[in-house]
Protein backbone atom coordinates (compact mmCIF):
# COMPACT_ATOMS: atom_id res chain seq x y z
CA UNK A 1 0.00 0.00 0.00
CA UNK A 2 0.87 3.61 -0.72
CA UNK A 3 2.31 5.50 1.90
CA UNK A 4 -0.12 8.33 1.07
CA UNK A 5 -2.96 5.96 1.58
CA UNK A 6 -1.53 5.00 4.32
CA UNK A 7 -1.81 8.41 5.69
CA UNK A 8 -5.25 8.71 5.26
CA UNK A 9 -6.34 5.54 6.70
CA UNK A 10 -4.57 7.00 10.05
CA UNK A 11 -6.40 10.30 10.18
CA UNK A 12 -9.35 8.60 9.21
CA UNK A 13 -8.92 6.43 12.07
CA UNK A 14 -7.53 8.97 14.97
CA UNK A 15 -10.70 11.65 13.37
CA UNK A 16 -12.99 8.39 13.89
CA UNK A 17 -11.82 7.61 17.58
CA UNK A 18 -11.58 11.20 18.54
CA UNK A 19 -15.45 11.57 17.72
CA UNK A 20 -16.21 8.39 19.22
CA UNK A 21 -14.49 9.61 22.50
CA UNK A 22 -16.48 12.74 22.53
CA UNK A 23 -20.03 11.40 22.09
CA UNK A 24 -18.84 8.64 25.07
CA UNK A 25 -17.87 11.74 27.38
CA UNK A 26 -21.19 13.95 26.46
CA UNK A 27 -23.12 14.55 29.50
CA UNK A 28 -25.86 12.92 30.34
CA UNK A 29 -30.02 15.12 29.89
CA UNK A 30 -31.08 16.23 33.15
CA UNK A 31 -33.16 14.03 35.58
CA UNK A 32 -36.55 15.55 35.47
CA UNK A 33 -37.45 17.41 38.96
CA UNK A 34 -39.36 15.43 41.51
CA UNK A 35 -42.78 16.59 42.31
CA UNK A 36 -42.57 17.32 46.17
CA UNK A 37 -45.94 16.07 48.00
CA UNK A 38 -47.08 19.47 49.65
CA UNK A 39 -49.19 17.88 52.29
CA UNK A 40 -53.38 18.45 53.26
CA UNK A 41 -54.42 21.89 55.33
CA UNK A 42 -54.64 20.74 59.10
CA UNK A 43 -58.73 20.97 59.87
CA UNK A 44 -58.76 22.23 63.52
CA UNK A 45 -61.09 20.04 65.53
CA UNK A 46 -62.76 19.40 68.84
CA UNK A 47 -64.28 16.95 70.86
CA UNK A 48 -68.17 16.56 70.32
CA UNK A 49 -70.49 14.69 72.90
CA UNK A 50 -72.41 12.40 70.40
CA UNK A 51 -75.06 9.16 70.36
CA UNK A 52 -73.02 6.41 70.88
CA UNK A 53 -75.40 4.30 69.01
CA UNK A 54 -79.71 5.12 67.85
CA UNK A 55 -81.65 6.20 70.52
CA UNK A 56 -85.08 6.41 70.71
CA UNK A 57 -87.60 8.48 72.23
CA UNK A 58 -88.22 8.19 76.27
CA UNK A 59 -84.53 6.72 76.48
CA UNK A 60 -82.62 7.35 79.96
CA UNK A 61 -79.09 8.27 78.99
CA UNK A 62 -76.54 6.52 80.43
CA UNK A 63 -72.38 7.21 79.63
CA UNK A 64 -72.56 4.09 77.82
CA UNK A 65 -74.24 5.89 75.40
CA UNK A 66 -72.58 8.70 74.62
CA UNK A 67 -68.97 9.22 73.31
CA UNK A 68 -66.52 11.92 72.41
CA UNK A 69 -66.50 12.03 68.54
CA UNK A 70 -63.49 15.00 66.06
CA UNK A 71 -65.75 17.51 65.03
CA UNK A 72 -64.42 20.18 62.73
CA UNK A 73 -64.67 23.68 64.45
CA UNK A 74 -66.26 25.33 61.47
CA UNK A 75 -69.18 22.50 62.13
CA UNK A 76 -69.66 23.45 65.34
CA UNK A 77 -72.93 24.95 66.19
CA UNK A 78 -74.59 26.47 69.43
CA UNK A 79 -75.54 24.03 71.96
CA UNK A 80 -72.62 21.47 71.25
CA UNK A 81 -71.34 19.56 74.39
CA UNK A 82 -67.50 19.83 73.51
CA UNK A 83 -64.62 18.57 75.43
CA UNK A 84 -62.96 22.29 75.77
CA UNK A 85 -65.82 23.68 77.99
CA UNK A 86 -67.53 20.34 79.60
CA UNK A 87 -65.02 18.01 80.26
CA UNK A 88 -67.64 15.55 82.59
CA UNK A 89 -70.38 16.76 79.94
CA UNK A 90 -70.88 13.03 79.62
CA UNK A 91 -71.54 12.73 83.26
CA UNK A 92 -73.90 15.91 83.30
CA UNK A 93 -75.72 14.91 80.56
CA UNK A 94 -76.13 10.95 82.25
CA UNK A 95 -79.93 10.70 83.63
CA UNK A 96 -81.25 12.63 81.51
CA UNK A 97 -84.60 11.56 79.31
CA UNK A 98 -84.15 12.13 75.45
CA UNK A 99 -87.39 14.01 74.28
CA UNK A 100 -86.99 12.79 71.02
CA UNK A 101 -84.61 10.69 69.30
CA UNK A 102 -81.25 10.53 68.29
CA UNK A 103 -79.15 9.33 65.23
CA UNK A 104 -75.97 7.12 65.90
CA UNK A 105 -73.23 10.11 66.00
CA UNK A 106 -75.88 12.46 66.02
CA UNK A 107 -74.47 15.37 68.44
CA UNK A 108 -76.05 15.46 71.88
CA UNK A 109 -77.95 18.68 72.53
CA UNK A 110 -79.42 20.25 75.97
CA UNK A 111 -82.29 21.12 73.71
CA UNK A 112 -83.94 17.26 72.92
CA UNK A 113 -83.13 16.43 76.71
CA UNK A 114 -85.12 16.80 79.62
CA UNK A 115 -84.09 16.39 83.52
CA UNK A 116 -87.09 14.47 85.35
CA UNK A 117 -87.24 12.37 88.47
CA UNK A 118 -91.05 12.12 87.35
CA UNK A 119 -92.26 10.04 84.57
CA UNK A 120 -91.58 9.54 81.05
CA UNK A 121 -94.79 11.48 80.05
CA UNK A 122 -94.15 14.44 82.00
CA UNK A 123 -90.75 14.71 80.44
CA UNK A 124 -91.41 14.66 76.82
CA UNK A 125 -94.83 17.25 77.18
CA UNK A 126 -93.68 20.54 75.77
CA UNK A 127 -93.92 23.70 78.31
CA UNK A 128 -96.73 24.67 79.16
CA UNK A 129 -98.98 21.84 77.75
CA UNK A 130 -100.95 19.51 79.26
CA UNK A 131 -101.24 15.67 78.38
CA UNK A 132 -105.00 14.40 77.93
CA UNK A 133 -105.70 11.10 77.37
CA UNK A 134 -109.45 10.27 75.57
CA UNK A 135 -110.87 7.20 74.77
CA UNK A 136 -111.03 5.81 71.50
CA UNK A 137 -112.79 2.77 69.65
CA UNK A 138 -110.37 -0.34 69.37
CA UNK A 139 -111.27 -0.93 65.58
CA UNK A 140 -110.18 2.87 64.62
CA UNK A 141 -114.09 3.92 64.12
CA UNK A 142 -113.46 6.87 65.77
CA UNK A 143 -109.51 7.31 64.93
CA UNK A 144 -109.21 7.11 61.84
CA UNK A 145 -109.35 3.41 61.30
CA UNK A 146 -106.32 2.97 63.56
CA UNK A 147 -103.63 5.21 60.86
CA UNK A 148 -103.51 7.99 63.92
CA UNK A 149 -99.78 7.53 64.70
CA UNK A 150 -98.19 9.18 67.57
CA UNK A 151 -96.65 12.57 67.04
CA UNK A 152 -99.46 12.74 63.97
CA UNK A 153 -101.62 15.76 64.17
CA UNK A 154 -105.24 15.67 64.73
CA UNK A 155 -108.44 17.74 64.86
CA UNK A 156 -111.35 16.60 67.93
CA UNK A 157 -114.78 16.01 66.72
CA UNK A 158 -117.40 16.39 69.27
CA UNK A 159 -120.97 14.34 68.48
CA UNK A 160 -123.80 14.93 71.19
CA UNK A 161 -127.23 14.79 71.28
CA UNK A 162 -128.94 17.93 71.03
CA UNK A 163 -131.59 18.29 73.56
CA UNK A 164 -133.09 21.61 73.15
CA UNK A 165 -133.62 20.73 69.62
CA UNK A 166 -135.07 17.24 70.12
CA UNK A 167 -137.46 18.28 72.26
CA UNK A 168 -138.93 21.13 69.99
CA UNK A 169 -138.34 19.12 67.09
CA UNK A 170 -139.83 15.09 68.55
CA UNK A 171 -137.10 13.56 66.93
CA UNK A 172 -133.59 12.49 68.34
CA UNK A 173 -130.89 15.29 66.93
CA UNK A 174 -127.19 14.33 66.73
CA UNK A 175 -124.84 17.06 66.13
CA UNK A 176 -121.18 17.35 65.01
CA UNK A 177 -118.66 20.01 65.40
CA UNK A 178 -114.69 20.12 65.36
CA UNK A 179 -113.83 21.28 69.05
CA UNK A 180 -110.41 22.29 69.00
CA UNK A 181 -108.11 21.86 65.55
CA UNK A 182 -104.33 20.83 65.23
CA UNK A 183 -103.19 19.20 68.34
CA UNK A 184 -100.43 16.77 68.53
CA UNK A 185 -100.83 13.12 69.36
CA UNK A 186 -98.64 12.09 72.40
CA UNK A 187 -99.45 8.41 72.60
CA UNK A 188 -101.66 5.85 71.75
CA UNK A 189 -102.29 2.98 73.90
CA UNK A 190 -99.17 3.09 75.92
CA UNK A 191 -97.26 3.34 72.42
CA UNK A 192 -95.18 6.73 72.01
CA UNK A 193 -93.68 6.56 68.62
CA UNK A 194 -93.58 4.01 65.49
CA UNK A 195 -90.88 1.33 65.64
CA UNK A 196 -90.08 -1.35 62.82
CA UNK A 197 -92.16 0.45 60.19
CA UNK A 198 -95.50 0.19 61.84
CA UNK A 199 -98.16 1.72 59.71
CA UNK A 200 -101.63 1.04 62.23
CA UNK A 201 -101.20 1.44 65.53
CA UNK A 202 -104.30 0.33 68.01
CA UNK A 203 -104.99 1.27 71.55
CA UNK A 204 -108.37 2.21 73.68
CA UNK A 205 -106.73 5.91 74.42
CA UNK A 206 -105.34 8.87 72.66
CA UNK A 207 -103.13 10.77 74.47
CA UNK A 208 -102.69 14.50 73.48
CA UNK A 209 -100.92 17.79 73.84
CA UNK A 210 -103.39 20.27 74.47
CA UNK A 211 -103.16 23.75 76.25
CA UNK A 212 -104.92 24.39 79.84
CA UNK A 213 -108.16 25.70 78.20
CA UNK A 214 -108.19 22.90 75.55
CA UNK A 215 -107.86 20.49 78.26
CA UNK A 216 -111.19 21.71 79.49
CA UNK A 217 -112.97 21.83 76.71
CA UNK A 218 -111.82 18.04 76.31
CA UNK A 219 -112.57 17.05 79.54
CA UNK A 220 -116.12 18.09 79.23
CA UNK A 221 -116.86 16.76 75.34
CA UNK A 222 -116.38 13.44 77.24
CA UNK A 223 -119.06 13.99 79.60
CA UNK A 224 -121.62 15.57 77.22
CA UNK A 225 -120.70 13.67 74.01
CA UNK A 226 -118.21 11.22 71.79
CA UNK A 227 -114.74 12.45 70.94
CA UNK A 228 -113.68 11.66 67.72
CA UNK A 229 -109.77 12.29 65.94
CA UNK A 230 -109.67 13.69 62.52
CA UNK A 231 -106.09 13.43 60.86
CA UNK A 232 -104.67 16.03 59.66
CA UNK A 233 -102.66 16.57 56.57
CA UNK A 234 -98.59 16.47 56.99
CA UNK A 235 -98.79 19.77 54.93
CA UNK A 236 -101.31 21.40 57.38
CA UNK A 237 -99.94 20.44 60.58
CA UNK A 238 -98.35 23.52 61.99
CA UNK A 239 -100.53 25.60 60.40
CA UNK A 240 -101.89 28.97 61.74
CA UNK A 241 -105.79 27.80 62.20
CA UNK A 242 -107.91 28.72 59.40
CA UNK A 243 -111.14 30.59 60.87
CA UNK A 244 -113.05 29.50 57.66
CA UNK A 245 -112.35 25.77 58.51
CA UNK A 246 -115.32 27.07 61.93
CA UNK A 247 -117.79 28.25 59.22
CA UNK A 248 -120.21 25.73 59.44
CA UNK A 249 -123.48 26.12 57.21
CA UNK A 250 -126.54 26.63 59.08
CA UNK A 251 -128.47 23.64 58.23
CA UNK A 252 -125.31 21.85 59.77
CA UNK A 253 -127.94 19.81 61.74
CA UNK A 254 -129.11 16.03 60.90
CA UNK A 255 -132.41 15.19 62.11
CA UNK A 256 -133.73 11.95 62.25
CA UNK A 257 -137.60 11.26 62.35
CA UNK A 258 -138.73 8.02 62.49
CA UNK A 259 -135.42 6.33 60.14
CA UNK A 260 -135.67 9.82 57.95
CA UNK A 261 -132.90 11.84 58.03
CA UNK A 262 -133.54 15.50 57.36
CA UNK A 263 -131.90 19.33 57.87
CA UNK A 264 -132.21 21.80 60.19
CA UNK A 265 -130.86 24.82 60.86
CA UNK A 266 -128.93 25.82 64.21
CA UNK A 267 -130.95 27.40 67.19
Excluded at 83 to 89: D, Y
Amino acid sequence: MKPARLAVLAIALVAGGGAALLMSGEDKPPAPPTAIAVPPPTIPVTDVLVAAAELPMGQNLQVADMRWQPWPDQAIAAGYITRTTSPKGMEEMAGSVTRSGFLAGEPIRPQKLARSDGGFMAAILPAGMRAVAITTDTRGSSSAGGFILPNDHVDVIRTYRDEEASRGGGGDTQVSETLIQDVRVLAIGQIVQEKNGTNVVTGETATLALTPVQAELVTLGQKVGQLSLSLRSLVDSGRPVDPALDERPETALTVVRFGVSLQQSRR
